[in-house]
């Protein structure tokens, strides 16, 4: 099972931005499908970005972040990040990186096999 480590997040102004990143333990990452999803406190776990198995692959958004929010992946080097732009304290949260052994994406938890161990976001307005 693949090892996932989330870095990157922290404490940003609204309007800034933060690029987080999601480095797998080993280099088998490309046949995997990578999501980010985000939980706030008090809230159940969201989904925010995938990307199919591959560099370039297809990506999808949800509607919260779609225009302000890239999620991209260079298997070379085992990373999938997540570029945050225009943020705003909504977007505050624990962020969390998970793979799927599945080439195609999904925006559902259930079907992610393994999950990093998150990293925090805070916005202050």
């Known amino acids: 099972q693949v090892q996932l480590v989330e870095s990157g997040g922290g404490l940003v102004q609204a309007g800034g931005s933060l690029r987080l990143s999601c480095a797998a333990s080993?280099?088998?990452?490309?046949?995997?499908?990578m999501g980010w999803f985000r939980q706030a406190p008090g809230k159940e776990r969201e989904f925010v970005a995938a990307i199919d198995w591959r560099s370039g692959g297809s990506a999808y958004y949800a509607d919260s972040v779609k225009g302000r929010f890239t999620i991209s992946r260079d298997n070379g080097k085992n990373t999938v990040y997540l570029q945050m732009n225009s943020l705003q304290p909504e977007d505050t949260a624990d962020y969390y990186c998970a793979a799927r052994e599945n080439c195609l994406a999904s925006m559902r938890r259930e079907q992610y096999d393994c999950w990093g161990q998150g990293t925090q976001v805070t916005v202050s307005s």
């Open positions: 080993r280099p088998t990452l490309r046949i995997y499908a």
